[in-house]
């Protein structure tokens, strides 16, 4: 940021400075509903997920390249999944074993098999448990694969020196992982002084707009305001 700033030479007094940053975290409906990026379980697709695909690896590599203890971890840091355990063995069982490309592997071959999983594992656990379980097994693997979360805590570093006299910021998060670090840089801002005002509490998304976009449900607004 500090140098996307310095580049752009922002005009007036604080040059290189900004008088309002807006973070919409996350990926894009355009990704999403692109079934060759891979981001979503609902169209088949390469298993990819790289919201640059110029850089780092696939969803796909990364399954392969993880053991099953760090892929139970990353899906229970990055999405809270219950069933992290079963879910990571189901995956690097079914990518170990066979010859297949890594590259072979799709969206939906993952879909079905986290749900075959969790059904002979649970037999009584809902369809809407299931599809919970795999929507948050993409979260887990689309935030490792683009390192979301060191991104979002370099964002948060910087952010106090890229803002002018009085300057605001507000990010938009979608799951709790992000949520919660804004919230905790923007008190520790607060507390030392970087920040002369934050939210006391998130905003989200009203009952009307959530009808009209039921993406912003998971939608949670923070904001800070630098000393004058
Ligand atoms: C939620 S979307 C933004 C949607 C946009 N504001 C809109 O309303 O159409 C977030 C975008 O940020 C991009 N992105 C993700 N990580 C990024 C990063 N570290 N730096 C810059 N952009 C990033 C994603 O590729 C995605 O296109």
Request: charged letters at 20%; one cysteine or more; proline letters at 5%.
């Amino acid at each position: 940021m500090p140098q996307a700033l310095a580049a752009h030479g922002l005009p007036g007094a604080n040059l290189g400075l900004a008088d309002v940053i807006l973070a919409d975290l996350g990926v894009s409906s355009m990704q999403l509903d692109n079934p060759d990026r891979g981001f979503s379980h609902k169209a088949s697709g390469p298993l990819d997920m790289r919201m640059n695909p110029t850089r780092g690896m696939p969803a796909s590599q990364l399954i392969a390249h993880l053991s099953a203890e760090q892929l139970a971890t990353l899906l229970d840091e990055n999405a809270d999944e219950p069933h992290a355990e079963l879910i990571a063995g189901l995956l690097k069982g079914q990518f170990d074993k066979t010859d297949r490309a890594v590259g072979e592997y799709t969206t939906t071959a993952v879909d079905t098999l986290v749900r075959a999983g969790l059904a002979a594992a649970f037999p009584r656990l809902t369809q809407e448990r299931a599809t919970t379980s795999v929507r948050r097994t993409f979260q887990a693997l689309r935030i490792a694969v683009n390192d979301e979360l060191a991104a979002l805590d370099a964002l948060l570093r910087v952010l106090p020196h890229c803002l002018s006299p009085g300057g605001r910021v507000a990010i938009l998060t979608f799951h709790s992982g992000e949520d919660r670090r804004v919230k905790k840089a923007f008190q520790a801002g607060y507390r030392s002084g970087v920040y002369a005002t934050v939210a006391d509490e998130v905003i989200r998304a009203s009952a009307e707009e959530r009808r009209t976009n039921p993406r912003a449900s998971s939608a949670k607004l923070r904001w800070a305001i630098t000393p004058a």
